[in-house]
């Protein structure tokens, strides 16, 4: 084996170990938080917290408060924020894209049975389907459209379906498949990155100034939150792809995992409720049965 592909494949095994692990943190800090802020009671009367609970781990009671204001300034330099999860998840899966994907895109991006092309230009088709589906969606969050949230997933979900179609008309089925995960993956770093701890930064900013807070900076903030919350459960099933080429390589793939989507927000919508102590088993079973019954369709038309 030569030096430089030995090098390479050491750089996938980081990349990839890397990947997994901070994906891992950012994840369980996105449902931990969303669970607190459904979980917590909310109906105390406080001046200073909007909101009490209490944990136990590792034989521990812990005790949460959500302040209704910000706390002393000698605290706000010392706060936790947390964002380098999300961050080294992006950096370690665009090192990991370029290192096994871009390099190797004559292979695993162009599939000349789908569309002819160089493979410097499918890369530069690959850069760009996550700019500018970035550039749509983050339109779309800032225009009126936010405002109704049923329109707003009937857009999301609709978009889904036209993406995941289109990329299958340009590149391999494989990477098609993934390249559906990138683009959501690089909007919820995106959202971290333009939306969520700026926003973050200028409430701290405000507190430190003696300056009024602008609280649609925090629902701002939040909103993303949850479109990244959502999210979750069918980047990690994309995540995965490479496990199941039964349905990457399915002549209806665009479909398969357009609805995987539906069905991944409609379990993740389950489990938030729970969170907020309304239990709607109703909503589970309905993903499981929407699954089995897209698994048994699948099954009849393929074989």
């Not at 080294?88 to 096994?100: D, H, N, Y």
């Not at 979900?157 to 590149?171: C, P, R």
């Not at 980047?235 to 995992?257: A, D, Q, R, T």
């Amino acid at each position: 084996m030569e030096p430089l592909t030995y090098i390479l494949k050491w750089s996938e095994v980081i990349l990839r170990w890397g990947h997994v692990l901070f994906a891992i943190l950012w994840v369980g800090n996105s449902f931990l938080f969303n669970y607190l802020d459904n979980k917590l009671n909310k109906d105390i009367k406080s001046e200073e917290f909007d909101g009490e609970g209490y944990l136990m781990h590792s034989g521990f009671f812990y005790k949460l408060s959500r302040l209704k204001n910000s706390p002393n300034k000698i605290y706000l330099n010392h706060l936790v924020i947390f964002k380098w999860q999300s961050y080294m998840t992006f950096i370690t899966g665009i090192l990991l894209l370029a290192v096994i994907y871009y390099y190797n895109a004559g292979i695993l991006m162009v599939d000349k049975r789908v569309m002819l092309m160089s493979p410097l230009t499918a890369i530069i088709f690959s850069i760009l389907s996550m700019l500018i589906s970035w550039l749509i969606y983050d339109l779309i969050c800032k225009s009126k459209l936010i405002k109704n949230d049923l329109l707003f997933l009937i857009i999301m979900i609709l978009l889904l379906g036209a993406l995941s179609f289109g990329l299958t008309k340009i590149f391999g089925p494989k990477f098609a498949f993934l390249s559906v995960g990138l683009i959501i993956g690089t909007n919820m770093f995106a959202n971290v990155l333009t939306v969520i701890i700026p926003n973050q930064m200028n409430i701290i900013n405000s507190t430190k100034e003696n300056r009024e807070i602008d609280m649609s900076l925090s629902l701002a903030a939040k909103q993303r939150s949850i479109h990244n919350n959502y999210s979750t459960f069918l980047v990690l099933f994309i995540m995965l792809s490479g496990h199941y080429s039964f349905l990457v390589y399915n002549k209806y793939n665009w479909l398969i995992l357009s609805l995987i989507g539906v069905i991944s927000i409609i379990a993740r919508h389950y489990f938030n409720l729970r969170g907020r102590n309304r239990n709607r088993i109703s909503i589970l079973f309905t993903s499981i049965i929407a699954l089995i019954i897209l698994a048994v369709v699948i099954f009849i038309f393929k074989y």
